[in-house]
């Protein structure tokens, strides 16, 4: 049995876990996911009723969270936009549209909210079956003019983004330091820090941009 509910506090350490678990050694040596998510919920642009867990037979697997954002057009012109991240969802129930689920929950409740547009940085292999496109798309980029290879766009209403040229800016919060999140790691069960082939994949990724 599926069910997606808000998350509670009761859920916080499992949800950390989750992400713990399921990040470690992904991308970097350890992972900053499990911190993002402990403070994430106490700033201001965290948005409570878009933090969402998903059920499977009464257990928690996964979960998705969103922050407030913002596109400004070259007129200064500022649209209120989300992001979300992170989406997990523990590891042995990966690759079995999970995600996808709290995706287009998470979605149907943003439009009943008055968004329209959700921008994300991601693997575009994960996300593309959701809806998501390449920035480069909308004309959506950041500063410098560049449209990053794993800036995804989601119009949650057609239309919503014109064409014109707009600069993505995410909140605050999403700055996380590596050092902060280590000291934060250190106090909980040890984990070993090492390299993986696949981080070298998000290094090729993260630093990459569409022509």
Same mark, same amino acid.
């Given at each position: 049995?599926?069910? %997606?509910?808000?998350? *509670?506090?009761?859920?916080?350490?499992?949800? =950390?876990?989750?992400?713990?678990?399921?990040?470690?050694?992904?991308? %970097?040596?350890?992972?900053?996911? @499990?911190? /993002?998510?402990?403070?994430?919920? =106490?700033?201001?642009?965290?948005?409570?009723?878009?933090?969402?867990?998903?059920?499977?037979?009464?257990?928690? $697997?996964?979960? %998705?969270?969103?922050?407030?954002?913002?596109?400004?057009?070259?007129? !200064?012109?500022?649209?209120?936009?989300?992001? &979300?991240?992170?989406?997990?969802?523990?590891?042995?129930?990966?690759?079995?549209?999970?995600?996808?689920?709290?995706?287009? @929950?998470?979605?149907?409740?943003?439009? +009943?909210?008055?968004?329209?547009? $959700?921008? %994300?940085? !991601?693997?575009?292999?994960?996300?593309?079956? +959701?809806? &998501?496109?390449?920035?480069?798309?909308?004309?959506?980029?950041? =500063? !410098?003019?560049? &449209?990053?290879?794993?800036? #995804? $766009?989601? =119009? /949650?209403?057609?239309?919503? #983004?014109?064409?014109?040229?707009?600069?993505?800016?995410? +909140?605050?919060?999403?700055?996380? #330091?590596?050092?902060?999140?280590?000291?934060?790691?250190?106090?909980?069960?040890?984990?070993?820090?090492?390299?993986?082939?696949?981080?070298? *994949? &998000?290094? $090729?990724?993260?630093?990459?941009?569409? *022509?």
């Amino acid at each position: 049995m599926l069910n %997606i509910r808000n998350e *509670e506090p009761g859920d916080y350490e499992t949800v =950390e876990n989750i992400t713990r678990d399921a990040f470690y050694n992904l991308y %970097i040596p350890g992972c900053v996911e @499990h911190y /993002l998510v402990h403070k994430m919920r =106490e700033h201001e642009d965290f948005i409570r009723e878009l933090d969402f867990v998903l059920e499977l037979n009464n257990k928690v $697997i996964g979960y %998705i969270m969103y922050t407030k954002a913002t596109l400004t057009d070259e007129a !200064g012109n500022v649209k209120n936009i989300l992001t &979300f991240g992170p989406l997990c969802i523990e590891k042995e129930y990966q690759r079995r549209g999970y995600g996808k689920l709290l995706i287009q @929950h998470s979605a149907e409740k943003a439009v +009943s909210m008055g968004y329209d547009v $959700i921008v %994300i940085f !991601g693997m575009p292999s994960n996300y593309v079956s +959701s809806g &998501f496109v390449s920035c480069k798309r909308h004309n959506v980029c950041v =500063e !410098g003019d560049k &449209f990053p290879s794993a800036m #995804l $766009i989601k =119009e /949650l209403k057609p239309g919503a #983004l014109d064409g014109r040229r707009w600069y993505y800016k995410d +909140s605050p919060v999403m700055a996380v #330091l590596p050092e902060n999140a280590d000291a934060y790691d250190d106090t909980l069960t040890p984990k070993e820090r090492k390299q993986t082939p696949a981080q070298e *994949e &998000f290094y $090729i990724m993260s630093h990459s941009f569409v *022509e």
